[in-house]
């Protein structure tokens, strides 16, 4: 019963160890030297044996050209936390899904939703119509007499037909009248 203990403890260790060696490693980035090109050597090591004398493997030079080598190459140990960049990706992701779910609703089911409330008539207008006539001029009435909305969704409902009336007559002042707002 200890030996089989021991062997899940030795199996969590293990476990560990590798899940940590992933996260840490030491970087070695040698550049040229006589007629061997320049390299970058990667190991998961400790940063005790973090140098190039544990790093760069196979080493391609011999003799007493190993230790003019490693004097011209720079190591440097390096930590990450994989988990942290995994939550930071996921919570990058839900939030991309959530917009894109947003955008679809925005572009698909809030002018089936307005054509239902309003009615087909109202929502279409061609260009030569945009005169004096408000495009959702009694859209306020319509939201007012409606109950089974919440109050909120009517306030907000409400301040998106003003901004759009006020566009209007924006674009009424500017292509219409040629006067720009100061």
């Known amino acids: 019963?200890?030996?089989?203990?021991?062997?899940?403890?030795?199996?969590?260790?293990?476990?560990?160890?590798?899940?940590?060696?992933?996260?840490?490693?030491?970087?070695?980035?040698?550049?040229?030297?006589k007629?061997?090109?320049?390299?970058?050597?990667?190991?998961?090591?400790?940063?005790?044996?973090?140098?190039?004398l544990h790093v760069v493997e196979p080493m391609?030079?011999?003799?007493?050209?190993?230790?003019?080598?490693?004097?011209?190459?720079?190591?440097?140990?390096?930590?990450?936390?994989s988990g942290t960049i995994k939550v930071t990706i996921i919570m990058y992701l839900s939030i991309l899904g959530m917009l894109l779910l947003y955008m679809v609703y925005l572009t698909l089911l809030e002018p089936m939703l307005k054509r239902r409330l309003f009615g087909h008539s109202q929502l279409i207008q061609s260009d030569d119509d945009v005169g004096d006539q408000?495009?959702?001029?009694?859209?306020?009435?319509?939201?007012?007499?409606?109950?089974?909305?919440?109050?909120?969704?009517?306030?907000?409902?409400?301040?998106?037909?003003?901004w759009r009336r006020q566009v209007q007559e924006q674009r009424k002042s500017v292509f219409d009248r040629h006067v720009v707002l100061s």
């Open 60 to 81: 391609p030079v011999e003799g007493k050209d190993v230790e003019a080598y490693c004097l011209r190459c720079e190591c440097k140990y390096e930590e990450r936390s």
């Open 1 to 33: 019963m200890l030996a089989g203990l021991a062997s899940v403890r030795e199996k969590i260790i293990i476990k560990l160890t590798k899940l940590n060696s992933e996260d840490i490693r030491c970087k070695c980035i040698c550049p040229p030297y």
């Open 35 to 52: 007629d061997v090109e320049g390299q970058i050597y990667k190991q998961n090591v400790s940063l005790k044996d973090c140098n190039c």
């Open 134 to 162: 408000q495009p959702f001029a009694n859209a306020h009435n319509v939201l007012s007499r409606s109950h089974s909305r919440p109050n909120m969704l009517n306030k907000v409902e409400h301040a998106q037909q003003r």
